[in-house]
Every structure is written in C-alpha cells, then in structure tokens.
C-alpha cells in the first residue's frame, strides 16, 4: 500500500527558509513522465495530498488512474506544443522522465532528459510556472564523486551515457530562472517503504542506498508542499 509520508519533505523548509514556493492543496501540478514507476506514483501520492494532477506520458489515458482530480495528457515530452497546452493552469511542474535499461541504453546516445528539458523550461516561463522538481539520479552531476571507486567505475560504465545527459538536464536547470529542485534517488526498489530514507543537502551527507519508488513520489510532495531546497540537488537516500 502506497504510504503517504509528509515528513520527508516537511523539513526542508525549516532547513531552507524558503516557502515562497509552497504549493497549497487544490493547485494543479503537472507530472512529465507519468505512466509509471516514479511519476504514477507521484501522481498517486499529489493526489492523495489534495492537488489536482495532470499525467503527461506517451502511453497514458484516463484508465491509468481512477481519480476526479487526475487528467491523463497523451503525448510525448518533446514535443513543444503538447507541453506547452499541458503546462496551461498548472502551478508545478515535476519531471520523472526515465529510459528503457536495455543493452541500446549502453550503446546508444541518450539525449532524452536535455532535451525533453529544453522543450520544457521556455514553455514554463511562457506559461508563468515557476516551481519545478526534476529527477535524476545518486552519481549524476557532483555527487559523482561521493561514490566510491569501485562503484564509480561500475556507474560510469553501466550509466555513463544516461548520466551525461541527466548532467546537461541539471546544467539547463540549474541556469534556469526556474524555482527548481532536483531530486537525485539512489537504487530505486519495489519495496513499500524505507523508513531511514531522507532527504540529504548537504555533501558530506551524501551516500548511496535503496529507495522505493513510493518514498520518492512523498518526497517529491513534501517539496511541494514544503517549497524547500529551492534550487538545491538534494540526495535521496
Ligand atoms: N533505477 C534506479 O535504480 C534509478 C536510480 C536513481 C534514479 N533513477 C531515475 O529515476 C527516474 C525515474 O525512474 P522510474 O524507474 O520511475 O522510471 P520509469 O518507470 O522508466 O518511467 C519513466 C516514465 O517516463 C515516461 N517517458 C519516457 N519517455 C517519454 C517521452 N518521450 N515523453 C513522455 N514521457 C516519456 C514513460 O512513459 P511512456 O513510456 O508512457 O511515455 C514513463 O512514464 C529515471 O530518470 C531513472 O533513471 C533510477
């Protein structure tokens, strides 16, 4: 069962003093990459915290869940009209893009996340959506160098063309005028929860670990909620 945790994210604001960017129940957030893993289950949990949600995947409709606040957008995150009509009313933006693991992914360029961000951050400041919480991952961006050796040698073998485009995705963010924060989970698991999981700012502080995809979809809520760690990357772990 899904378990809706507000704790996770309640404490950023005390830790960051910002609430400026707080999101009140009944404002509408867009969730970019819904149809499952940690987007479905972001929408589960922003809805279960009194927001109104719309869904954006390409393989989604209103049968991926059955709620009077959720609405389920078709369409491909790259495309700059679909994300542009998907934006209008919407107060929050959280993007929880995510590729096949399969030997292309080794193989292959990765561009997804830049560019799905490059459509997305010009069209939130034509529509006027500021907040924004992205999802990377533990090892992208500085806290790369948190791993140890050994498990960095693994990370950039196995993950090293998805973590150079989640690290171009984290450079537009960062540059963004955005009120971003990205979100970077360790080893996502299918167990229900993870008491111990917490939300880690600062560097000395990081290390890896497994996170249920249900605990970060309450930590992204409790960012909205909260409205800390404005323009932070933060660890979950
Ligand atoms: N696995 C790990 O241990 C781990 C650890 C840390 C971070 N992460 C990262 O966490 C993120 C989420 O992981 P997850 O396992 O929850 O993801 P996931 O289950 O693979 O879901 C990815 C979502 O992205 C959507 N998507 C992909 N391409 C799209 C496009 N062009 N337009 C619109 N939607 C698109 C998919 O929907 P459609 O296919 O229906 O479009 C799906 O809803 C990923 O970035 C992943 O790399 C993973």
Sequence with gaps: MHRQDESYGQDDAADTHSSSAALAAGRRVLVIGASQGIGLATCKAALAAG?????LARNIDRRSLHHPE??????DALN???????LQGCDAVVQTLGIKADPATLINPVTLFSRATDVLLPAMRA????????????GVGDSRRALPLPERILFETVMGRVAADKERQESAI???DTQWTILRPGFLTLVASCPAARLRADPPDWRNGFVSRNA???????LLRGGGYLHKAVVFT
């Design 127 to 138: 529509a006027g959506v500021a907040r924004l919480v992205a999802v990377t991952g533990y």
């Design 51 to 55: 927001f109104r949600v719309r869904g």
């Design 70 to 75: 959720f609405e389920a957008v078709r369409a």
């Design 174 to 176: 960062r540059a963004s």
């Design 80 to 86: 700059e009209a679909d994300v542009a009509a998907a």
């Design 216 to 222: 970060v979809a309450d930590a992204i809520v409790g």
